[in-house]
């Protein structure tokens, strides 16, 4: 299993992005999927998750400028920012709780990240 993300790059403040994350490989079901960051020096922090049946849940510090979605048929989570700011310059990172098979039961796999650069 593979998780694969896209979509970072360099936005003026004020600007959005779209972050994609496709998982790939001998997927059976796919539950919580969601969206961390990290900028250098901090530590890892949650920016978004999203259930399976589709409920979300996001940091305070995106709230109202981020939206979490998935594609269940495509294994595939976006996260859409709008309204960037200088502070949401990080490495974003894609995470899913997969079940696959033969051994059938759920891991946690992360993507390699992609980079959000906001500038001022």
């Known amino acids: 299993v593979q998780l694969q993300a896209s979509g970072g790059g360099l936005v003026q403040a004020g600007g959005s992005l779209r972050l994609s994350c496709a998982a790939s490989?001998?997927?059976?079901?796919?539950?919580?999927m969601g969206w961390y960051r990290q900028a250098p020096g901090k530590e890892r922090q949650l920016v978004a998750i999203i259930t399976s049946g589709g409920s979300t849940n996001y940091a305070e510090s995106v709230k109202g400028r981020f939206t979490i979605s998935r594609d269940n048929a495509k294994n595939t989570v976006y996260l859409q920012m709008n309204s960037l700011k200088p502070e949401d310059t990080a490495f974003y990172y894609c995470?899913?709780?997969?079940?696959?098979?033969?051994?059938?039961?759920?891991?946690?796999?992360w993507g390699k990240g992609t980079q959000v650069t906001v500038s001022s």
């Open positions: 490989g001998s997927i059976f079901s796919i539950n919580d």
């Open positions: 995470n899913a709780d997969i079940v696959s098979f033969p051994s059938w039961h759920d891991m946690d796999y």
